[in-house]
């Protein structure tokens, strides 16, 4: 009879929440020192923390026959994302002050979840709204014409081509809720 093999050099799992702290408590700091050796000492915290986020982002998709390789090939996806990320921050701020790239963001997960969910409320509320005064806004906002060319082709005037518009904006703001 074979004796029962040992999964001591490679495991296998399906991540849950138990085994995901485990694997942070036991892979976090040769992460750490993966990080530091490639230059990214200084963010090597933030950079752990996106491994784990994103293994936990993977959960329900994919067993992992070898978390380690499979921990350390997030890791280095993470540096490859954060090199590409700088050089597009870089190449697009090249002439702004540093006080202004400073206020730029990363887009998170949490920041992108945010977008679409006021995308989908700002669909909602161009649904919801007034025919002519949905009309009125999307020749102003998306066909970028003038109040005047707008009255033209609506057949009313300026002053009702404004009205419109602050109606628009009105209900739009009340549907779409922005939080800081």
């Known amino acids: 009879m074979a004796a029962p093999t040992e999964q001591t050099a490679v495991e296998q799992s399906q991540p849950g929440a138990s085994d995901v702290a485990g694997w942070m408590d036991r892979y976090g700091p040769a ?5 530091a050796k490639r230059g990214a000492a200084q963010d090597a915290d933030d950079l752990v923390q996106e491994v784990f986020l994103r293994l936990q982002a993977s959960a329900g998709r994919t067993s992992i026959d070898n978390v380690e390789r499979y921990l350390f090939r997030i890791a280095n996806n993470v540096l490859v994302s954060r090199h ?4 597009v921050r870089d190449r697009a701020g090249h002439d702004l002050p540093p006080e202004v790239l400073d206020w730029i963001d990363d887009l998170s997960p949490e920041r992108v979840m945010m977008g679409r969910q006021a995308m989908a409320q700002f669909v909602v509320g161009l649904r ?4 002519r005064a ?3 806004f999307l020749f102003h906002r998306f066909e ?4 005047p060319a707008i009255a033209r082709q609506m057949g009313i005037s300026v002053s ?4 419109l518009i602050i109606r628009a904006l009105e209900h739009l703001s009340g549907a779409v809720e ?3």
């Open 128 to 131: 919801t709204m007034a025919p």
């Open 31 to 35: 992460l750490r020192r993966h990080f």
């Open 134 to 136: 949905r009309e009125a």
């Open 144 to 147: 970028e014409m003038t109040y």
């Open 178 to 180: 922005l939080e800081a």
């Open 84 to 87: 590409r990320h700088r050089a």
């Open 160 to 163: 009702a081509v404004e009205k």
